[in-house]
């Protein structure tokens, strides 16, 4: 387990010998984190001549080599019905209130895609995120009898959980799910009961599947659950395009946004910045502390992602709101603007958001949590707070923006990616497992 490096003689020799057919399954292209990590890896796969297509429900992109099983406007239909059957009887009937509307997924309906030709033309099916309607529990169970090897990577702990996305505090898919803390009225014998043993019966036979996680933590946290601790399981961090997220002008980029050179600028973004496991609570603390503890007029913050309610007044510095980015090349302007990206999520595995800064030569402050550590070490390219800790969170950004050696910084940042995330790096290592699945054949 963890993230091995791999040579560059070994990336191109995976590459001339790798003919395997591999299909990637989400349920969309683009519009979240698992989205975006799944569209990365088809991209760095394809360019090291893996014959990769990506099967979705939704697609979103132009991109060439993604297949949407929605070909009719009946096939749209379905799959409205099949996600409002998904996630309305959950909602009204047993979530425990609104704050866990969609952080629980019965994948009690979806649609069967046994029969679609980049599932039947495949070697290796790799499933990713595959819930809100478009695969159900009997669904994968169609995928596993069809005898293929599958590559599983889990974005989340959906896959070894009665139901959730993120456990908490909970430990109970250790043994078996039930008394769920998201339900409005648990019990031994409830939904995430119901769910849990539906996967029990689905990984029965120990099928041929071979799990990856997207972080160390989740790797250790599915070999601890009774669902999938006998199985093999394999750490590879998501990939990305180290030469398109890479550092810009700082200068011309705060000009576009009317932000001064001497301003102190500190970004925070989410794809939704309400978001419960984002953590925007922590950061309003964080500020205020800053402020109080560490008092500067240079200090500005600047605010990307969805924002419906979110009154920016409550924060003690001046914003800049930036609201949705969809185009890449405004996303990687943003990042190289910014002198520390904070990401206080309380429960995340491998953030993008925290890559992407990274990559574009942008320390980050974040909660010691989940995946995180895989991505910043404490003080060299960021800042690792003490989880949940408004004072430590506050100190890490001081630090960053005040302290520290921002070039050292800068160039810590980028440096990690390119050692441990590259597109050439992370494809070698799928290309490793899907080899090392068909020899078991």
Known sequence: MGFKPIAITEIYTNRYTCLVKVTLINTSDTGGGAPVAC???LKALEAQ?????MLVQHKKTAEPRVVSVIKTWFDKQKAQINLLRERLPFI???ARDKSVRFAFSMANTGSSIINEPAIADADVLHLHWTNFGFLSIDNLKELVQSGKPIIWTLHDMWSFTGGCHYAGICDHFKNQCGDCYFLRNPHPDDLSHQVWKEKLALFADKPNITFVTCSNWLAGEAQKSALLKDFRIEAIPNPIDATIYLPQDKSAARQKHGIGADVKLILFGAANIMDRRKGLTYLIEALAILKNDYPSDTVEIAIFGKNKHFDV???PFPVHQLGLITSQTDL???YSMADVTVSPSVEDNLPNIIMESLACGTPVVAFDTGGIPDMIDHQQNGYLAQFKSDDDLAKGIHHVLFLANADEMATAA?????????????AAQYINVYKSV???I
């Open 414 to 426: 980028r440096n990690k990616v390119l050692d441990n995330f590259s597109n050439e790096k992370v």
């Open 332 to 334: 990687v302007e943003t």
């Open 92 to 94: 009204f009937f047993y």
């Open 39 to 41: 569209t990365r890896l």
């Open 438 to 440: 068909l020899k078991g």
């Open 313 to 315: 007044a409550l924060l």
């Open 49 to 53: 001549s893996v014959d990769v297509k």
